[in-house]
């Protein structure tokens, strides 16, 4: 962790990008001279290398050149008692769990065991090149707290109401801006970024699924959950989007799946150009997208897409349609998310094996439901039910994330050989753009979370 400490000056630097159920998240949008550019940076390399100031310019750059980086800072409840942390350490079982990573289980806070938990677990999984652990940075709790002030007025009401930045925190989390491009930044060049969430891409077939919950064997986790927050109320509307038809591998489906997302964004899909969000919401979610929104999305896109008036969405969409189809850049994630093999109504029986406790499911069971195969689950070694609910949890952990895919056309219009990003071609504009994938919103499943799925209807 850096030694330096943002402070409360610090705090008007940074501007609210959005949030989600833990976190909020910051984009930095200061000119302080302390957060030089790289090419001032390599100007000093040059020529004044020799002296003390080079050493300390270069640690600083490392860690603190913000342009382009996004801070994500650790929220908690509104009803949680003063002074006292909603996320705690590991419990003695979770250390258990993830024994292999003696720094993770060492750790002194839950927010240290969620970095290390993108570097070391998820981050090999999913592809280094795609993942950004990121750098913890010590912060005043003045810097919170004003953090808190200057960000609530841009919060939705109901996120307002139930958390608020979690002041007892002593550090946030500085990682790359994965809406730009890291060169194209300093360039000026145009960057059209997605953000999606894909959810999950695969029907489980498990044999420990009841029968009176079959329908998880056919109809996809998403859309019984749209038919869920439908009833709620939580939605107007529902989405036509199916995660099977995004990783099916089809370019048709594929292409389908997108302008899904595109028709009821909700919070699934999100468009930023240049880092600045021209569709999709920093709240809950776009609902559905009205003519204004859909003007605004073309208007927007003209800056990068070379279309027709009227088309540049279109081409927008089978641009990210052909990458998606192209690059396979879903088959790590669903290979990820079919570590779950058990399904909660597997693994919530391995979890009760690794606390050492009567499972409290089998006590709910009738007798003839509590022969094979529940039965079956708590004879096994405790690795093997240990295995069960890792996987399950780093499951979870993949089908909950998030990918931005950033484009930016190429100056020549060629397919790009010496590029370090790769290349995709739009035959109904007839360019070529460099694009990157990142995946974000990777966080850590603990136990707390196979109860919750169990409880929820249908998970």
Not at 7 to 27: I, P, S, T, Y
Not at 226 to 251: I, T
Not at 297 to 321: H, M, P, R, W
Not at 381 to 390: A, F, R, W
Request: one cysteine or more; aromatic letters at 10%; a neutral charge.
């Amino acid at each position: 962790m850096e030694k330096v400490i943002l402070e409360q000056k610090d705090a008007v630097d940074w501007v609210f990008r959005g949030e989600g159920a833990a976190n909020l998240v910051l984009a930095y949008s200061g000119s302080s001279p302390l957060f030089v550019s790289y090419s001032t940076f390599l100007f000093f390399r040059i020529w004044l290398y020799y002296l003390f100031i080079y050493l300390f310019i270069s640690e600083f750059y490392c860690y603190f050149n913000k342009m382009g980086k996004v801070m994500r800072i650790l929220k908690s409840p509104r009803n949680a008692k003063n002074g006292v942390k909603a996320n705690g350490v590991l419990t003695t079982h979770e250390r258990l769990l993830w024994r292999d990573n003696e720094e993770s289980t060492a750790s002194p806070n839950r927010e240290i065991v969620q970095q290390l938990y993108v570097k070391h677990v998820m981050s090999p999984l999913l592809g280094q090149k795609h993942v950004d652990p990121g750098v913890r940075v010590l912060v005043t709790k003045e810097f919170l707290e004003s953090v808190e002030k200057n960000v609530t007025c841009h919060r939705p009401a109901w996120r307002v109401d139930s958390s608020r930045v979690d002041t007892n925190c002593d550090s946030v989390l500085i990682i790359s801006d994965h809406s730009v491009f890291p060169t194209g930044f300093l360039k000026g060049e145009p960057c059209i970024t997605v953000e999606i969430k894909p959810k999950c891409g695969f029907l489980p077939m498990s044999r420990f699924i009841a029968e009176e919950n079959a329908v998880k064997r056919t109809v996809t986790r998403f859309r019984m959950h749209q038919a869920l927050k439908l009833r709620n109320q939580e939605v107007p509307e529902y989405s036509e989007y199916n995660p099977l038809d995004l990783f099916s591998g089809s370019r048709d489906r594929i292409c389908k799946a997108i302008e899904a997302l595109y028709a009821t964004p909700q919070n699934n899909f999100r468009v930023f150009l240049n880092g600045s969000l021209v569709f999709g919401s920093l709240g809950r979610g776009t609902d559905s997208s009205t003519i204004l929104v859909c003007e605004a999305l073309e208007n927007a896109l003209k800056k990068v897409i070379q279309a027709d008036n009227g088309l540049c969405t279109t081409s927008f969409i089978q641009l990210v349609a052909e990458t998606v189809y192209t690059s396979g850049v879903l088959d790590q994630l669903l290979e990820v998310q079919k570590l779950d093999t058990c399904d909660i109504e597997g693994a919530i029986h391995a979890y009760y094996n690794v606390i050492s406790e009567p499972c409290m499911v089998c006590r709910e069971l009738s007798k003839d439901k509590l022969s094979h195969p529940y039965a079956s689950l708590h004879s096994i070694p405790l690795d093997e039910s240990l295995k069960i609910v890792k996987d399950y949890l780093i499951a979870a952990t993949a089908k909950d994330c998030s990918l931005m895919i950033s484009f930016r056309p190429t100056e020549d219009g060629d397919l790009l050989s010496g590029s370090s990003h790769c290349t995709v071609y739009l035959g109904s504009t007839n360019q070529v753009f460099e694009y990157k994938v990142d995946t974000v919103a990777i966080f850590v499943r603990l136990f707390l979370f196979i109860i919750n799925a169990k409880i929820l209807p249908l998970v």
